[in-house]
């Protein structure tokens, strides 16, 4: 499973796990990985405290959107704001 996940940028601060490009392989979507990934990180994050999940899809990423709403996810009133500092296609892949 290790080859199917791939995240990007992970960091821990003493409030939350923040995790960007967290995806996983075309080829096995479907099978439960990202269940299992998300149960296990609402898991994690539970018994450390945290008390909320948030995240950020980009708005053409309806599989995704879906996904999540399938697991209980809403959509927040928010302004999610960034600057990018490096584009997409010049971050490394890990």
Same mark, same amino acid.
């Given at each position: 499973?290790?080859?199917?996940?791939?995240?990007?940028?992970?960091?821990?601060?003493?409030?939350?796990?923040?995790?960007?490009? !967290?995806?996983?392989? !075309?080829?096995? $979507?479907?099978?439960?990985?990202?269940?299992?990934? /998300?149960?296990?990180?609402?898991?994690?994050?539970?018994?450390?405290?945290?008390?909320?999940?948030? !995240?950020?899809?980009?708005?053409?990423?309806?599989?995704?959107?879906?996904?999540?709403?399938?697991?209980?996810?809403?959509?927040?009133?928010?302004?999610?704001?960034?600057? $990018? !500092?490096?584009?997409?296609?010049? /971050?490394?892949? $890990?």
């Amino acid at each position: 499973m290790a080859e199917t996940i791939r995240p990007h940028n992970y960091w821990t601060t003493p409030r939350g796990s923040p995790h960007n490009y !967290l995806a996983v392989d !075309l080829s096995c $979507r479907g099978d439960g990985v990202g269940r299992l990934i /998300t149960d296990r990180a609402e898991q994690h994050l539970k018994v450390s405290g945290c008390p909320k999940i948030n !995240l950020q899809i980009r708005v053409e990423n309806t599989g995704a959107i879906q996904f999540y709403e399938r697991l209980g996810f809403s959509i927040d009133d928010v302004v999610s704001m960034g600057k $990018r !500092l490096i584009d997409d296609d010049s /971050t490394p892949e $890990r």
